[in-house]
């Protein structure tokens, strides 16, 4: 069922990354990690649904959503970075199957990041910290690192932050790989949720099943 909203604010986050708030309709209920299908409220625009992820809290009176653009394609993410106040999308119902299932370690690359700042907020808010939580946070550049300061700040919350692109302090210089995984000291009993690019996925997603971490144990989307 669509569902029109109103885009109250949108703030840059990173150079390329935009926060949006949109008033929420009411009776609008998804649980941290879903997502939904978005649309422009323009012509030409409208059958040009995409997914992504809530950021907000699910008893927020807002809808929140924190979008990569990606000027050189032309597309739908281009369009939202240029949005302003007063325009109009439209939402489609929640799915998902990324939840919180409980303490483990999160790996995500760039705007994967996104499913689960609604599951750490929602659990801070929650329990007060974030014990038992890991997050393994992989970008190109030091730029790209999407609320590096929020994520510093959690309490409790292991954050490692990787850079492919870059040797800077404070970050590990590299890619999420089988040399990484030997040497990071991972729970390889406890569960793995897993969201970024595709190959990076599917790569991360052989090695943890190589290192004997079973399928049940993986937390991910399933196109």
């Not at 907000?56 to 032309?74: M, W």
């Not at 370690?105 to 890991?134: E, H, M, N, V």
Request: proline share 6%; net charge negative.
């Amino acid at each position: 069922m669509p569902h029109h909203l109103t885009l109250k604010s949108i703030r840059a986050v990173t150079h390329n990354v935009n926060e949006l708030t949109f008033d929420r309709p009411d009776g609008y209920d998804f649980k941290p990690g879903q997502a939904t299908d978005f649309a422009l409220d323009r012509d030409g625009w409208r059958d040009e649904k995409r997914p992504f992820t809530f950021t907000s809290l699910p008893q927020a009176e807002h809808l929140q959503f924190t979008i990569k653009s990606y000027p050189l394609h032309d597309g739908v993410t281009e369009q939202i970075g240029q949005m302003e106040g007063g325009e109009k999308v439209v939402l489609e119902d929640p799915w998902g199957a990324i939840e919180d299932k409980g303490p483990g370690t999160i790996i995500a690359g760039g705007a994967g990041l996104t499913p689960f700042l609604s599951i750490l907020r929602a659990r801070q808010a929650k329990d007060g910290t974030l014990d038992g939580y890991r997050l393994i946070f992989s970008n190109s550049c030091e730029k790209d690192i999407i609320l590096r300061e929020e994520l510093e700040r959690m309490p409790g919350l292991r954050l490692d932050l990787l850079l492919s692109d870059e040797d800077t302090e404070g970050t590990y210089h590299g890619r999420v790989d089988a040399e990484y995984l030997d040497q990071v000291d991972l729970d390889l009993d406890g569960l793995f949720y897993l969201c970024g690019p595709p190959p990076m996925e599917e790569d991360v997603s052989t090695l943890l099943k190589a290192h004997g971490v079973a399928s049940d144990r993986l937390v991910r989307e399933e196109w």
